[in-house]
C-alpha cells in the first residue's frame, strides 16, 4: 500500500482495489472523450472552452448531476431536463468503452508499472476518439493522428523496453540490450512502414478506380500506431484491420441488399429486382470509414492480445 501522510491510502497498482478505482476513471474519462469526439472537428472549438457542457438543444449549462457518467443519461432516461431533446446513446457508449479500455489496460499493463499503463490508457483513449469522430464524420482527427506521431518517437525514446522485441531496435541493440536510441528507430521504421503502406494503397486504388480509396487520415493515424508498435506490430494491425474491415464491408452491404429488396417488395418489383438490389447495395455499402478498424488493430496489437494475434497468418502471431 502507498500511504501518503496519514490522510491517503492507495491501494497497489496490481491490486483489484486499484482496478476498480481506475475502471471508475476510465468511466469519467469517457465523459471528456464525449468532449473532444464532438469538438475535435468542428473548426475553432477548444475542448477547454466552454469548460461546462451545455445542451444543444436548448443551449442551457448542464449541472454536475447531468453530467455523472453513464447514471445520468439512464436517471434522464436520455433526455435533457430543460427541453426534453433527446441525447444520442453514443454518449453513454463511449463512457462505458473508456472504462473498459482502462479495466483492460490495467489487466495489461498494471503489473508491469505506472509507465505503460498510463501509455496504454492514453492510446487506448485517443483511439476511441478516432473512432468515434471516423464514423461520424468520415475524418480523423490531427490532434489524435499528428498528435500521435509527435508522441510515438518521444515515447519510444524514454522507453526502450516498449521496442524491446522490435527487428530493427533488435538489430542495433548494443550488448543485446535495447537502448533509447535502438527504440527509437524501431519507432520511425514502424512510422514510415505503417504510412508507406496505406499510402501506397491509397495510390494503387486512385490509379485503378480514379477515385479517393484511402483518406489521409489513415495514413496519419497508421504512422502514429506504427510508431508505438514497431515494424512487426505494424503488419499485424493491418492485418487485424483489413480482416476487420472486409468483415464489417460484407455486412453493410448485406444489409443494403435487405434494406433495398424490402423496399423492392412493398413496390411489387419481387420479381425482377434483386440483381438491381445487389448492384444498389454495393454501391451504398462499400463507403465505410478504415479508420475504426485500424484503431481496433493498434489497440490489439498494443495491448498483446495473443488470442487474436495467434489467429493470423505468415507467423506474426
Request: charged share 15%; glycine share 14%; hydrophobic share 50%.
Amino acid at each position: 500500500m502507498i500511504s501518503l501522510g496519514n490522510l491517503i491510502v492507495f491501494p497497489a497498482l496490481e491490486s483489484t482495489g486499484f482496478g476498480v478505482f481506475w475502471t471508475v476513471m476510465g468511466l469519467f474519462v469517457g465523459s471528456f472523450l464525449n468532449v473532444c469526439i464532438h469538438r475535435f472537428p468542428v473548426e475553432g472549438a477548444s475542448v477547454w472552452s466552454p469548460s461546462r457542457s451545455h445542451c444543444p438543444g436548448c443551449d442551457r449549462q448542464l449541472t454536475w448531476r447531468e453530467n455523472l457518467p453513464v447514471m445520468s443519461w439512464l436517471l434522464q432516461r436520455g433526455r435533457c431536463l430543460g427541453c426534453s431533446a433527446s441525447i444520442h446513446w453514443r454518449y453513454p457508449l463511449v463512457e462505458l468503452i473508456g472504462a473498459g479500455a482502462f479495466y483492460v489496460a490495467w489487466r495489461v499493463a498494471g503489473g508491469q508499472g505506472w509507465a505503460f499503463l498510463l501509455l496504454d490508457s492514453v492510446v487506448l483513449a485517443g483511439l476511441i476518439v478516432a473512432t468515434f469522430v471516423d464514423f461520424e464524420r468520415y475524418e480523423i482527427p490531427d490532434q489524435v493522428s499528428i498528435g500521435g506521431m509527435w508522441a510515438a518517437p518521444v515515447v519510444a525514446f524514454l522507453l526502450p523496453v516498449l521496442h524491446s522485441s522490435g527487428l530493427v531496435a533488435g538489430a542495433l541493440a548494443s550488448g543485446g540490450e535495447v537502448d533509447g536510441v535502438a527504440s527509437l528507430a524501431e519507432s520511425l521504421a514502424g512510422m514510415a512502414l505503417g504510412a508507406g503502406i496505406l499510402y501506397g494503397l491509397g495510390w494503387a486504388g486512385r490509379m485503378a478506380s480514379g477515385a479517393e480509396a484511402m483518406g489521409f487520415g489513415d495514413v496519419k493515424l497508421m504512422a502514429a500506431g506504427g510508431g508505438l508498435i514497431g515494424v512487426e506490430g505494424t503488419f499485424q494491425a493491418l492485418q487485424i484491420a483489413v480482416f476487420a474491415g472486409s468483415l464489417v464491408g460484407v455486412l453493410n452491404i448485406l444489409r443494403w441488399y435487405a434494406v433495398v429488396r424490402a423496399r423492392q417488395r412493398r413496390r411489387g418489383l419481387r420479381l425482377r429486382g434483386a440483381a438491381q438490389a445487389l448492384r444498389t447495395a454495393r454501391v451504398l455499402g462499400r463507403y465505410l470509414p478504415f479508420g475504426p478498424y485500424l484503431a481496433l488493430g493498434i489497440g490489439i496489437v498494443l495491448l498483446g492480445w495473443k488470442d487474436v494475434l495467434d489467429l493470423l497468418p505468415f507467423g506474426l502471431g
